[in-house]
């Protein structure tokens, strides 16, 4: 069921129901009003003779290398890579890579907003990209915050410099056109031109479309506290 054709190439049906219904209060004909429901939604337009690719298939465009990549990565799984970093210091990447940041995000140690990064994109990055060829880039330290759990505890949160979010984000560019090959059609974490509202949609078409008894909800508690870290 998970690789058949034809259940998610079709509009978008509002298959979620409202959350909270209507119930009338105990002291009174007050009544709640039911949460609104999910619209529907049509397929865009497209020229008639291309096939609707599915939804859990959709990716992020990358650069002509990169494709070229990634259609090697498809075409041998066992393939390896040995000279990629050149890649993620080209200009282009990088200001793809700085594009891609939430401009709202807190600053890092350095203290440097993407607003202020922005004044002098193209200095700033070709310093960057120059750095990185000539292996002089050291990533920053982390700055510690931490945010209030439901539970009354902590969950501490780790704000990475303005830079080192760059680099990483042209780094994952360039390794998701390896390994996002390998990743099947149900997976959705960490995906490009994918969301957890995607996955709901799916679950939500998944349900109403299939027969089902039952749904799993797995959560690990504290992982990264309680796991053995030597390993």
């Known amino acids: 069921m998970m690789h058949e054709q034809g259940k998610s190439d079709r509009r978008v049906v509002p298959t979620k129901p409202p959350n909270k219904g209507a119930s009338e209060s105990r002291q009174g004909p007050a009544r709640e009003m039911p949460a609104e429901a999910v619209e529907g939604r049509r397929l865009a337009k497209s020229n008639p003779h291309q096939r609707t690719m599915f939804r859990t298939q959709r990716r992020a465009r990358m650069s002509p290398d990169l494709e ?11 393939m390896q890579f040995t000279a990629l970093f050149h890649h993620v210091y080209r200009l282009e990447t990088l200001r793809r890579a700085y594009f ?22 193209e200095t700033n990055l ?11 880039y050291r990533a920053q330290p982390t700055r510690r915050t931490y945010i209030p759990k439901a539970d009354g505890r902590q969950r501490p949160l780790g704000v990475t410099a303005l830079e080192d979010k760059i680099v990483q984000a042209a780094l994952v560019e360039v390794l998701h056109a390896i390994y996002e090959v390998d990743f099947l059609g149900f997976s959705y974490g960490s995906r490009p031109g994918r969301s957890p509202h995607d996955a709901l949609d799916a679950l939500a078409v998944g349900l109403v479309r299939s027969k089902v008894n039952w749904v799993l909800n797995v959560d690990i508690c504290g992982f990264f506290d309680a796991m053995i870290h030597r390993w």
Request: charged letters at 35%; aromatic letters at 4%; zero cysteines.
């Open 68 to 78: 070229r990549i990634r259609q090697a990565a498809r075409r041998d799984r066992k």
């Open 126 to 136: 070709q310093d960057l990209a120059e750095r990185l060829k000539r292996g002089a």
């Open 100 to 121: 891609s940041l939430n401009p709202k995000a807190a600053a890092g140690v350095d203290g440097v907003t993407w607003q202020q990064y922005g004044e002098d994109l």
